[in-house]
Nanobody, 115 residues
Framework: QVQLAESGGGLVQAGGSLRLSCAAS????????MGWYRQPPGKLRELVAI???????NYRDSVKGRFTISGDNTKATVYLQMNSLKPEDTAVYYC?????????WGQGTQVTVSS
């Protein structure tokens, strides 16, 4: 069974940085896609950034130039470096993975950015 373990969330002041990490266990083949979603308070879950097996990336417009996704699909690990954080980045961040046609989610890690 695929399980995702996230770490790295916390409280930071505006302008600060955080790095999220996610490691998957139970993976048989390299995931097609790994990435991060987030759910701000009172809002729906939204895409932050994803990286595909071929190395291509896709970012939410509001985080472009501030966040960087990286990872190793062969090891099923993914990271999200978040710089110049803003209060509107406050959310629960979820690791996401597609493996053999199924989607998997981590339990989420809280990121809070104070103004």
């Amino acid at each position: 069974q695929v399980q995702l373990a996230e770490s790295g969330g916390g409280l930071v002041q505006a302008g600060g940085s955080l790095r999220l990490s996610c490691a998957a266990s139970g993976v048989i083949f390299s995931p097609n896609t790994m990435g991060w979603y987030r759910q701000p308070p009172g809002k729906l879950r939204e895409l932050v950034a994803i990286v595909s097996r071929d190395g291509s990336t896709n970012y939410r417009d509001s985080v472009k130039g501030r966040f960087t996704i990286s990872g190793d699909n062969t090891k099923a690990t993914v990271y999200l470096q978040m710089n110049s954080l803003k209060p509107e980045d406050t959310a629960v961040y979820y690791c996401y993975l597609v493996h053999i046609g199924s989607e998997y989610w981590g339990q989420g890690t809280q990121v809070t950015v104070s103004s």
